[in-house]
């Protein structure tokens, strides 16, 4: 009874439409060129899943004569196997770079996606 109404927790939360993208490499088909004839370096999509945005942390310092922002977030996600830290998330015009990936109790139910937002 409590496996089940953890999982309508999740469920009630995942409200989000999110793309998961990974790198091109060597294996996969050539990219498309641009009209210079430059290879458009644009990520394979992996998965188009519901998900959780939770921001977790945010921070302002000052480096290279500019105050920077950078803001931690958790993105929750049903388990799927191929997930890694090469990867990128999208919401809609927002990217996250995944910092680190959390299984709660080394378990498949959920993932959770350390990411940092892309300015």
């Known amino acids: 009874m409590v ?11 995942l409200r989000h439409r999110v793309t998961i ?3 091109r490499g060597p294996d ?3 990219p498309q060129r641009d009209e210079y004839g430059e290879p458009i ?7 188009t899943v519901w ?8 921070r302002e ?7 920077q922002v950078e ?3 958790r993105i929750r996600i049903r388990y799927r196997d191929g997930i890694d830290r090469t990867m990128i998330v999208r919401h809609g015009n927002t990217e996250f770079e995944i910092l680190h990936i959390i299984r709660p109790e080394f378990g498949k139910k959920e ?9």
Not at 41 to 47: D, G, L
Not at 51 to 58: M, N
Request: aromatic share 6%.
């Open 71 to 73: 803001v931690t977030t």
């Open 3 to 13: 496996a089940a109404m953890s999982d309508k927790l999740l469920v009630n939360r």
């Open 28 to 30: 996969d088909p050539p």
């Open 61 to 67: 310092y000052h480096a290279a004569g500019a105050n």
């Open 111 to 119: 993932l959770q996606l350390m990411c940092k937002e892309r300015q």
């Open 21 to 23: 993208w990974r790198p």
């Open 41 to 47: 370096n644009e990520p394979i999509k992996v998965a």
């Open 51 to 58: 998900a959780a945005i939770e921001p977790f942390r945010g």
